[in-house]
C-alpha cells in the first residue's frame, strides 16, 4: 500500500489478510478541504463481513492472551517504529480526510507513537496482588485476565490518537481487537493497521472493518462474542452501543459529548486566558470533545477580556491544512458545517450578538470545502442553545458573571461534565474550582482541551459510562479481576 496517491481502494484487515467486502460496494473517503477531491475508498461492510471478522478476533484470543506481556509488548515497540517511520504520510492522509492542520496532525500521529511505546511498558507491571486469607495455611492473591474479543468504535477527530489509545491497552493486557473507524477517517485506519501487520502481530490478533454506523458499529455492540465495546463519539450513537451491550451482559465504556466551560477570573492573565481560550475552542475547528465552548468572564474584565479575544480570532487564517500558516481548516464534513451553520442561526434568533465570524468565507479558493469563520458571540444567556448543547464547531459563547460562586454554579449547569479550565492566579478560586467542578478533567491556568497520555480520562454525567481510558487506569476496563484461593 506505500504512500498517498489518492482514489486508492483499501480493504478490510481480517485474519491478516487485506479483503474487499462481500457486496462488492466501496464508500468514498472525501477532503473537506475540497469536496471534488477522493482521499480514497473504504469497504462498505456486511453482517456476514462483521461475524468473519469476529471470529478471526475470536480464534486469535487464546493464544495471544497466553503470550507473555512482555511478548506483547514487543509488538507494540515494533508497530511504534514503523508508524514512526511512516508519521509524513500517516499526518498527510489525516489531514486530506478530515482537515485538520498538518502540524495538528503531526503532533497527533507522534502522539500515537509514544501511546504505543507507553502501553508497550505496561506489559511488565504487575497485574494482581496478594491479600491475607484468614486460612493460615493458604495463598490468596488476585490477577487480571483479557475480556476477550474487544471491538473499538471510532471517531473522526482524532483519527490516530483514539484508535490507538483504544487498541493499544487493549492489546497488551491479552485482548484482540476489531477496530470499526469512522467512515470519514478510514483511509487513515488503514494506514494504521498497515503499522500493526508490518509490526507482525499474529493473524487475527488486531482487525479492521469498515462500513456504516448502523451496520458494523450497531453490529459489534450486538455480536455475541464481542466481549467488550470501547466507543468515543455522540451521545445517542453511545447510548445505543451501551445498551445493545447492556443487554447481552457485555462490558462497554462509552467517552461522549462535552459542552466544556472557562472561567476567566478577574485576576487572569488575560493573555494568557486569551489565548487559551481561543487554542481550546477554536483550534482544530472546535472539533473536540474537550474543546472550550461556554466562556463564563467576570464582569470587572469582561470587556478587556472580550476586546483582545474579539481581536485575535479576527486574525485567524482559516484554509486548507495542508497549506503552511493556517490556523483552522475545515469542518469535518458538510453534515458538520451544516450542524455549525445551524447553531450560529440559533444564537442570532434566541437574541445574543454576533462579535466576529457567523458566515463562510468568502475566498474563492475555499468555496469547494466545508469551511466556517471562527465565531464569537456575546450576551450568551445560560438557556440559550449555544449555551446548552454541544456545537462541535468553532463557535465561543461569551457569559458574564459576578462572583466566582455564580462562576462555578454555571460552569456546572450543564447535562456534560468532560473538561473544564479556569484562569485565575487566586488559591481561594483555584480550591474552590478543583472542589466544586463536576468534571472528569480540571485544568487550571490552561485551556480546556488537552490531556496527557499516562494521566486517566474521562467524564462526569451525560459525557462518559464512567470509566476512564489512557494511563493505567485503562487496565481497569480491558481486564477483569479473577481472585485465586490455593490450598495444598
Avoid at 33 to 52: F, I, K, P, W
Avoid at 346 to 359: F, Y
Amino acid at each position: 500500500m506505500g504512500t498517498f496517491a489518492g482514489e486508492q481502494t483499501y480493504l478490510n484487515y481480517i485474519n491478516g489478510e487485506w479483503k474487499a467486502a462481500s457486496t462488492g460496494k466501496t464508500i468514498s473517503s472525501i477532503n473537506p478541504a475540497s469536496r471534488h477531491e477522493v482521499v480514497g475508498y473504504v469497504q462498505s461492510s456486511s453482517a456476514e463481513d462483521l461475524n468473519e471478522t469476529v471470529a478471526a478476533a475470536k480464534a486469535a484470543a487464546k493464544a495471544w492472551r497466553k503470550l507473555s506481556g512482555a511478548a506483547r509488548g514487543d509488538y507494540l515497540f515494533k508497530a511504534a517504529n514503523v508508524l514512526e517511520r511512516r508519521l509524513d504520510e500517516v499526518a498527510e492522509s489525516m489531514t486530506r480526510e478530515m482537515g485538520k492542520t498538518l502540524p495538528e496532525a503531526k503532533g497527533e500521529t507522534a502522539r500515537g507513537v509514544a501511546i504505543l511505546r507507553y502501553y508497550a511498558g505496561e506489559g511488565m507491571r504487575k497485574i494482581g496482588d496478594v491479600i491475607p486469607s484468614t486460612d493460615s495455611e493458604a495463598l490468596m492473591f488476585t490477577t487480571r485476565v483479557p475480556l476477550g474479543v474487544v471491538g473499538v468504535i471510532s471517531p473522526w477527530n482524532f483519527p490516530v490518537a483514539i484508535p490507538i489509545w483504544k487498541m493499544a491497552p487493549a492489546l497488551i493486557y491479552g485482548n484482540t481487537v476489531v477496530l470499526k473507524p469512522a467512515t470519514e477517517t478510514a483511509v487513515t485506519a488503514a494506514k494504521i493497521i498497515e503499522c500493526f501487520a508490518e509490526a507482525g502481530l499474529p493473524a487475527g490478533v488486531i482487525n479492521l472493518i469498515t462500513g456504516s454506523g448502523s451496520v458494523i458499529g450497531q453490529g459489534l455492540a450486538e455480536h455475541k462474542d464481542v466481549n467488550g465495546i470501547t466507543f468515543t463519539g455522540s451521545n445517542q450513537v453511545g447510548k445505543s452501543v451501551g445498551q445493545a451491550a447492556l443487554a447481552r451482559g457485555a462490558k462497554y465504556q462509552l467517552e461522549m459529548g462535552g459542552k466544556n466551560p472557562v472561567i476567566i477570573a478577574d485576576d487572569a492573565n488575560l493573555d494568557l486566558a486569551v489565548d487559551g481560550t481561543i487554542s481550546g475552542g477554536i483550534k482544530s475547528t472546535g472539533q473536540k470533545c474537550t474543546a472550550t465552548s461556554r466562556v463564563i468572564v467576570m464582569s470587572g474584565i469582561y470587556e478587556a477580556f472580550k476586546d483582545k479575544l474579539v481581536t485575535k480570532v479576527r486574525d485567524l487564517k482559516v484554509g486548507h491544512g495542508l497549506e503552511q500558516g493556517t490556523w483552522l481548516g475545515p469542518c469535518a464534513n458538510e453534515n458538520q458545517l451544516n450542524t455549525v451553520v445551524s447553531y450560529i442561526e440559533k444564537g442570532i434568533a434566541e437574541g445574543a450578538e454576533l462579535l466576529v465570524g457567523g458566515a463562510r468565507p468568502d475566498q474563492a479558493d475555499l468555496a469547494d470545502g466545508f469551511y466556517i469563520q471562527p465565531t464569537v458571540f456575546d450576551k450568551v444567556t445560560p438557556d440559550m442553545a449555544i449555551a446548552r448543547e454541544e456545537v462541535f464547531g468553532p463557535l465561543l459563547a461569551l457569559i458574564k458573571v459576578d462572583t466566582m460562586e455564580e462562576a462555578i454554579a454555571l460552569a456546572n449547569d450543564s447535562d456534560y461534565g468532560l473538561s473544564a479550565s479556569i484562569y485565575t492566579q487566586n488559591i481561594s478560586n483555584i480550591l474552590a474550582f478543583i472542589q466544586d467542578m463536576d468534571a472528569g478533567l480540571v485544568r487550571i491556568n490552561a485551556e480546556t482541551a488537552g490531556v496527557e497520555l499516562q494521566a486517566p480520562f474521562g467524564g462526569m454525567k451525560q459525557s462518559s459510562s464512567h470509566s476512564r481510558e489512557q494511563g493505567q487506569a485503562a487496565i481497569e476496563f480491558f481486564t477483569a479481576i479473577k481472585t485465586v484461593f490455593l490450598k495444598s
